[in-house]
Nanobody, 115 residues
Framework: QVQLVESGGGAVQAGGSLRLSCDFS????????ISWYRQAPGKQRELVIG???????TYADSVNDRITISRDNAKKIVYLQINHLEPEDTAVYYC?????????WGRGTQVTVSS
């Protein structure tokens, strides 16, 4: 079993920044890729960016340098940094990983950006 817990969301004004955290715990020895997804109101959940245990990143084509990811394996935390927030970034942000063929999701953290 793997547990993923997101935190750090909130309501911010456009132009601001947020750092979201994903704490991972449980049977994490085989956790490699941990990714952030987001789901905007009325839209499908979409991949934002992911990072492997070795630090390699994978990201959606739409991601630009406003969004970065980092990982602290010792603390078991993955961070998502979003700068210059835009109203279009409003969404629930989810942490995801796969272990032993099972998909694991966190409950998500809400980010609301006002113009």
């Amino acid at each position: 079993q793997v547990q993923l817990v997101e935190s750090g969301g909130g309501a911010v004004q456009a132009g601001g920044s947020l750092r979201l955290s994903c704490d991972f715990s449980g049977s994490t020895a085989r956790l490699n890729l941990i990714s952030w997804y987001r789901q905007a109101p009325g839209k499908q959940r979409e991949l934002v960016i992911g990072i492997t245990s070795g630090g390699s990143t994978t990201y959606a084509d739409s991601v630009n340098d406003r969004i970065t990811i980092s990982r602290d394996n010792a603390k078991k935390i993955v961070y998502l940094q979003i700068n210059h927030l835009e109203p279009e970034d409003t969404a629930v942000y989810y942490c995801h990983s796969v272990s032993w063929g099972y998909d694991y999701w966190g409950r998500g953290t809400q980010v609301t950006v006002s113009s």
